[in-house]
């Protein structure tokens, strides 16, 4: 599944077979899908595939499970029904096709979170990859510090509620909050920001990890920043339009950089000079 | 005359007569004139080959990327996806040096990392024969160094009183010229007359960058809150001419097209512009850049540095298309001057003391 040069089409999309689909919300469904026998499925936390259907084009969708062994023929993807295509999607059930490229991207580099404590931050939907980071983590049990800070609008767009005392049971810390006060919710009520500052954390040993809205980011990092977080110990994950996936069609550049090569994951360090990252 | 490169002589008639065998062989594009401009166009008669001094209209580009092309063709019930590569002979005729240097920087994009089997089955397919200008009010190749060049076509001709001079810019081109004519080696004059036009064509620049090239970059990565981005972004239409024109903009939309019957379709690619509002607009539709002074910031950048990280070059070959076609005059030389202007005037700033600076 690695991009290699060949003389065939970069574009040519293999058929994958969904597997299962579960609602997740009223707007995001879970697709677990699975590529032909014989194929070797490798992927990293914060990659993603370009997932299509003939008619509807292709668009670029984050892996929210986890590669825990060389034997995996699955992988799921969490889909937001926004637009035509992921209206079509929605519509498929157990035994149809979808056709993916990739995996695509530079994810998260697991190794580097050895030995660290780790604060993810999610907001909405872009919990969807950070899934697949925590439950990397998760299973590699190596008893560090991690807590989940994680907002949504409302309670019912919180995704994987269902999960979050398994990852409790792992050690996890997991807080969330919604953003207006709601009558089902006794929960914390603001934005994921007002959170971070009853975080205890190891400025030294600790690495944060933001996915979410565009609006988020710069305000997560000015509080994290106050909490002694230096840009090398903050991990991001960029949202861009992609039509290729190949570093070609230009939609994704932020600056000199391909956000589907080098990205979607940056250091916040590598983001200095690219004021029109965040 | 540069002296690696080797020349030969072809009077005005051979060379009708080699454009009419090429015709006879190849599906062959040329420079025509259209509305009285020049173009370029299918050539089906050696008549209809003009020679163009100025640039075209639009790049030679679409010969290789062109502004629809299919990547994949799909059918609806089965689903199952196989993809087109389209290619044929063909001869483009005509393009001028800052084309060809298009050219070069386009095959390094597409050859680069993951290999685009389309646009290089095209480019294998084409015989390229290049063609001398003469500058007009928006060239300025000179300043990037691209006026003239030695690689990146098969022959390169200059028009001379007598006929044509060709330069030989490849084993390929010099059997085809061989094939269908019997070109003689170059006199002396005719090298001289040569050399003499390339020197008027050099002293014929109204357009200049007032630095090197090499300082472009930097330049530029000083430059992200110059007041210029505003008022350029002020006046733009957002139109996506600039991008359409130009030799080196490859950026591109993906999207299918389904037949009538519904049957099937095909995965199409189609040129796309940065600074077209919906370039950067993601779902939700949150802008990554929401101003026409944002779209045109990141254009300006991608010419002069942006790429020049990853490919080692400038992606500006200074054709002055850009400039030439903008419906609002937004001029590509005299912003870079004026970025390059304010640029030094802060460099003498930080060098002098300000007791010693004058007003």
């Known amino acids: ?278 | 005359m540069d002296k690696d490169i080797e020349y030969r002589f072809l009077t005005h008639a051979g060379f009708r007569k080699f454009i009419s065998c090429l015709i006879d062989g190849f599906v062959v594009y040329g420079t025509i004139k259209k509305d009285g401009f020049p173009a370029f166009g299918p050539i089906t008669d050696s008549k209809d080959l003009v020679l163009a001094r100025t640039p075209t209209h639009l790049s030679a580009k679409e010969f290789f990327f062109p502004q629809r092309e299919a990547l994949l063709e799909f059918d609806m019930a089965s689903g199952s996806h196989s993809p087109i590569v389209e290619s044929r002979d063909q001869v483009v005729i005509g393009a001028h040096p800052c084309d060809l240097a298009g050219l070069g920087l386009m095959d390094r994009v597409f050859s680069t990392g993951s290999t685009d089997v389309n646009y290089l089955a095209r480019r294998e397919r084409t015989l390229i024969i290049g063609a001398d200008c003469m500058p007009d009010d928006y060239c300025f190749c000179e300043s990037l160094g691209t006026e003239t060049i030695d690689k990146g076509f098969d022959l390169f001709l200059t028009e001379i009183k007598s006929g044509l001079l060709v330069s030989i810019g490849s084993e390929k081109g010099e059997a085809i010229l061989s094939k269908y004519t019997k070109p003689l080696p170059p006199k002396d004059v005719h090298l001289r007359e040569s050399a003499k036009a390339l020197e008027k064509k050099k002293r014929s620049f109204k357009a200049r960058l007032s630095a090197p090239k090499e300082e472009l970059p930097g330049i530029y990565a000083k430059s992200d809150a110059h007041p210029v981005w505003e008022k350029i972004g002020a006046i733009c239409y957002g139109c996506g001419s600039c991008n359409n024109v130009c030799p080196t903009c490859y950026c591109f939309d993906v999207k299918d097209e389904v037949t009538p019957d519904l049957s099937g379709g095909e995965r199409v690619r189609v040129w796309d512009g940065c600074t077209l509002e919906e370039f950067a607009k993601v779902a939700g539709d949150h802008n990554f850049r929401r101003s026409r002074a944002d779209r045109l910031r990141h254009r300006f950048n991608r010419k002069f540095r942006y790429l020049s990280d990853k490919f080692n070059s400038l992606f500006c070959v200074g054709c002055g298309r850009c400039s030439r076609t903008c419906l609002v005059k937004i001029n590509i030389t005299e912003v870079t001057n004026e970025l390059i202007r304010d640029a030094r005037t802060e460099d003498e700033y930080l060098g002098v003391p300000a007791a010693a600076r004058k007003g």
């Open chain 1, 1 to 278: 599944m690695q991009e290699q040069k060949t003389n065939i089409s970069a574009y040519l999309p293999l058929r994958a077979r969904v597997e299962k689909v579960s609602r997740l919300t009223d707007r995001e469904k879970l697709f677990t899908v699975s590529v032909p026998t014989g194929l070797k499925l490798r992927y990293s936390p914060g990659q993603f595939f370009m997932a299509g259907l003939p008619g509807y084009g292709e668009a670029p969708f984050s892996i929210t499970s986890a590669c825990l062994s060389p034997e995996d023929t699955t992988f799921e993807l969490g889909i937001r029904e926004v637009g035509n295509l992921s209206a079509a999607i929605h519509r498929l059930v157990s035994g149809d096709s979808l056709w993916i490229r990739g995996p695509f991207g530079r994810g998260f580099d697991v190794s580097g979170f050895a030995g660290k404590d780790a604060l993810f931050i999610a907001g909405g939907i872009g919990m969807v990859p950070m899934r697949s980071l925590i439950k990397t983590l998760a299973w590699q049990g190596a008893g560090n510090k991690y807590t989940v800070i994680y907002g949504a609008k409302t309670p019912e767009e919180l995704l994987f509620r269902d999960e979050m005392e398994g990852w409790r049971d792992k050690g996890f810390d997991v807080k969330l909050t919604i953003d207006k006060p709601h009558p089902d919710w006794s929960g914390n009520v603001g934005v994921v920001t007002t959170l971070i500052p009853g975080v205890r954390l190891d400025p030294e040993k600790t690495v944060a990890i933001i996915i979410g809205p565009p609006i988020m980011y710069k305000f997560v990092i000015m509080s994290l920043k106050e909490k002694g977080l230096g840009p090398e110990a903050i991990l991001v994950s960029l949202e861009r339009r992609m039509k290729c996936g190949l570093g070609k069609c230009g939609h994704c550049q932020i600056h000199s950089s391909y956000v589907c090569q080098e990205g979607p994951v940056y250091k916040l360090s590598e983001l200095k000079d690219m004021p029109e990252a965040l």
